[in-house]
């Protein structure tokens, strides 16, 4: 492999905090998880230190910056639910980082969300509902998620539950 550029090492410091994961990674939003692993070794191998070590000085710390910048998108793109958790950031105008602790965290709201719901509404009577359940009380179990779902009606976890109480 040809060693790098100066100039191309500089020019991609200066946009590492522009470009996004995907754009780092040189792949599609919609990729797949093995263009995503092909990308992330295509770069790392590219812009590791030790391939780079040769270089000096500020140059030299650009590399490290940029390949920890690559290890860090490929971290979080690999894992579908971090994955998921940052498009979300990205498509609310938030920036082209996101910490891993923080992609966690994002993809843990979004289950708690999934399976809660996500208005106030929605919570108070899927709770309601779950308390009928445990007390045996299955018409008013549906009702309440019925109440639920008329706040949520897109609420897969919602319809499963109303299914599964009509089933039982």
Known sequence: MAPLAEAEIRALADLLDELDYYQLLEIDPSAQGSQIKQAYYAASRRYHPDANRLLEGEISDHVHAISKRITEAY???????????????????????????????????????????????????????????????????????????????KNTHFKAMLVELRGA
């Not at 992609?103 to 809660?116: G, M, S």
């Open 75 to 153: 971290q979080v793109l690999r894992d579908p639910r971090r994955r998921r958790a940052y498009d979300a950031m990205r498509n609310e105008g938030g920036g082209a980082r996101i910490q891993l602790v923080d992609a966690a965290a994002r993809a843990d709201k979004q289950a708690r969300d999934q399976h809660e719901g996500t208005t106030p509404n929605g919570r108070r009577f899927f709770s309601l509902a779950r308390l009928d359940v445990e007390r045996g009380d299955k018409d008013a179990a549906i009702r309440n998620v019925k109440m639920a779902m008329t706040f949520e009606p």
